[in-house]
Nanobody, 123 residues
Framework: VQLVEAGGGQVQTGESLTLSCTASEFVFDGNAMIWVRQAPGKEREAVAG???????HVETFMKGGVTVASDNAKNTAFLQIHNVKPEDTAVYYCAGETVMNGFSRYLGAWTYWGQGTQVTVSS
């Protein structure tokens, strides 16, 4: 299984950014996935994801600030971050799990991880 994130880079405060997560040997349709970020000096934290039933989940602190979706035909998941702020600077990871009913924000529940993509927001 391989998950590959893309779309990171340097952006200005207030801009929008779309990250992608393309999978091989893993199918998003019917399985759960999650977006996680790790800011400098901080622990990884869940941002948003999609449950095994296709329902979106967004962490409370990010509600209104992100949209999560998947294109099952392309086996790719997306995270769109709206109106980015400097505190959104982090490495963003996607993760997937085949043995999960619904969704979990517990990071230890996820088996397959991408290598991450750096997002840097300048003011």
């Amino acid at each position: 299984v391989q998950l590959v994130e893309a779309g990171g880079g340097q952006v200005q405060t207030g801009e929008s950014l779309t990250l992608s997560c393309t999978a091989s040997e893993f199918v998003f349709d019917g399985n759960a996935m999650i977006w996680v970020r790790q800011a400098p000096g901080k622990e990884r934290e869940a941002v948003a994801g999609i449950g095994s039933d296709g329902s979106p989940h967004v962490e409370t602190f990010m509600k209104g600030g992100v949209t999560v979706a998947s294109d099952n035909a392309k086996n790719t998941a997306f995270l769109q971050i709206h109106n980015v702020k400097p505190e959104d600077t982090a490495v963003y990871y996607c993760a997937g799990e085949t043995v999960m009913n619904g969704f979990s924000r517990y990071l230890g529940a996820w088996t397959y991880w991408g290598q991450g993509t750096q997002v840097t927001v300048s003011s």
